[in-house]
Nanobody, 113 residues
Framework: QLQASGGGLVQPGGSLRLSCAAS????????MGWYRQAPGKQRELVAS????????YYADSVKGRFAIARDNAENTVYLRMYSLKSEDTAAYYC????????WGQGTQVTVSS
């Protein structure tokens, strides 16, 4: 299970928090990440967090604006997004890093005035 939620329509400069509930067999043993896919573009990894939650990676395009965290007790990974831009518009997915074959349902983020 990889169930993402929290997306929506937000104005430029706004913020959102995404959540993803993962099955224990994936969550407990994996680095977890948030990916996104915009129309006509390839899916890309935007952020990841280590198994113990102490080390993070961010794509250059979101560095300083997004923050990833995980709750190992709840098998949940979060993505806080600030100062959103139109180019952040995409479907957002969580998955392990590297990704497992099952992607689950993503959540749409639309940044528009």
């Amino acid at each position: 299970q990889l169930q993402a939620s929290g997306g929506g329509l937000v104005q430029p400069g706004g913020s959102l928090r995404l959540s993803c509930a993962a099955s224990e067999n994936i969550f407990k043993t994996k680095v977890m990440g948030w990916y996104r896919q915009a129309p006509g573009k390839q899916r890309e990894l935007v952020a990841s967090v280590s198994k113990d939650g102490t080390r993070n990676y961010y794509a250059d395009s979101v560095k300083g604006r997004f923050a990833i965290a995980r709750d190992n007790a709840e098998n949940t990974v979060y993505l806080r997004m600030y100062s959103l831009k139109s180019e952040d518009t995409a479907a957002y997915y969580c998955n392990a890093v590297p990704a497992v074959d099952y992607w689950g349902q993503g959540t749409q983020v639309t940044v528009s005035s």
